[in-house]
């Protein structure tokens, strides 16, 4: 299912992103690859490795956590990329597979990714899909972000929230409080009672 909602948000993404409207100020005017190597001054030593990776032709193809173990940078190159990469699809790509690491400069980033409101949507339930990696059962303020996201105005990110939440017990209990919220999208309803 996971897999499945990432390979949504980016083919929305992607259609999107062909739209003579920016998805956000960050990704307003996408950057040619010899500009983010201007400004990686600081860049982790895998960044480009890890870049190409993600630009798999189909989700299905990007690199498993076992891949990504071969790269002593893989983590600071996703968060790099989540926040500076060229085009929607690898930040959207970046943020998800962050799931493979519970760092708190990971959680940390995640979590301000998938509070901003003023981000894009897909961006915003891509971070939500990579907080799967953090231990929210003892991170309450990191669930409280979860929890407001199901009340999202775009079902993308209400989805990705139950997905989340269904994962810790924290995050069930939750789900079982939020049932009874008379305000809650119809798909993330459904999300619930599916599950």
């Given at each position: 299912m996971k897999r499945l909602l990432l390979s949504l948000c980016c083919s929305l993404a992607a259609c999107h992103a062909g739209s003579e409207e920016p998805l956000?100020?960050?990704?307003?005017?996408?950057?040619?690859?010899?500009?983010?190597?201007?400004?990686s001054g600081q860049a982790p030593a895998d960044l480009a490795t890890i870049r190409s990776l993600l630009q798999a032709r189909h989700a299905e193809d990007l690199p498993s956590a076992e891949q990504?173990?071969?790269?002593?940078?893989?983590?600071?190159?996703?968060?790099?990329?989540?926040?500076?990469?060229?085009?929607?699809v690898l930040r959207v790509r970046a943020l998800a597979l962050l799931e493979?690491?519970?760092?708190?400069?990971?959680?940390?980033?995640?979590?301000r990714f998938a509070a901003d409101l003023e981000l894009h949507p897909a961006l915003r339930a891509a971070a939500l899909t990579g907080m799967a990696g953090q231990a929210l059962d003892?991170?309450?303020?990191?669930?409280?972000?979860?929890?407001?996201?199901?009340?999202?105005?775009?079902?993308?990110?209400?989805?990705?929230a139950v997905e989340l939440l269904d994962r810790s017990a924290a995050g069930r209990d939750a789900l079982s409080q939020a049932?009874?919220?008379?305000?809650?999208?119809?798909?993330?309803?459904?999300a619930i009672e599916a599950r």
């Open positions: 956000d100020a960050a990704s307003a005017e996408p950057r040619t690859d010899s500009q983010v190597e201007v400004d990504l173990a071969h790269y002593p940078s893989a983590e600071a190159s996703l968060r790099y990329l989540a926040e500076h990469g060229e085009t929607m493979h690491y519970g760092s708190d400069a990971t959680g940390e980033l995640l979590t003892d991170q309450p303020e990191r669930l409280a972000v979860v929890v407001a996201a199901l009340h999202d105005g775009d079902p993308r990110v209400g989805v990705a049932s009874q919220a008379a305000d809650l999208p119809k798909a993330v309803r459904e």
